[in-house]
Nanobody, 117 residues
């Protein structure tokens, strides 16, 4: 059974930092591209950052230079370091995994990030 479990969300002031983590189980982690999406109230889910099975990264324009995605294939984890947070970063953040061969997608349950003073 595939499981993606996010952690690290919370309330932070503008300009602050948070680190999200996603622990994967039930998959051969190195065979998966990993990433983070987010969904704000009343908005569509959008891609935040992704990292391929070989470590190439891609970011949404809105987070470039502020967020950093990384993966640890030994620990089956993917992380998102978020710096210089803005109120518009407030959303539920979802971890996802995509099999690089079958392109099957799996999602975590989401973790709330709220940026507010």
């Amino acid at each position: 059974q595939v499981r993606l479990v996010e952690s690290g969300g919370g309330l932070v002031q503008p300009g602050g930092s948070l680190r999200l983590s996603c622990a994967a189980s039930g998959i051969v982690f190195s065979n998966y591209h990993m990433g983070w999406y987010r969904q704000a109230p009343g908005k569509q889910r959008e891609l935040v950052a992704q990292i391929t099975s070989v470590g190439s990264t891609n970011y949404a324009d809105s987070v470039k230079g502020r967020f950093t995605i990384s993966r640890d294939n030994a620990k089956n984890t993917v992380s998102l370091q978020m710096n210089s947070l803005k109120p518009e970063d407030t959303a539920v953040y979802y971890c996802y995994a995509r099999n690089l061969i079958t392109r099957a997608d799996y999602w975590g349950q989401g973790t709330q990030v709220t940026v507010s003073s």
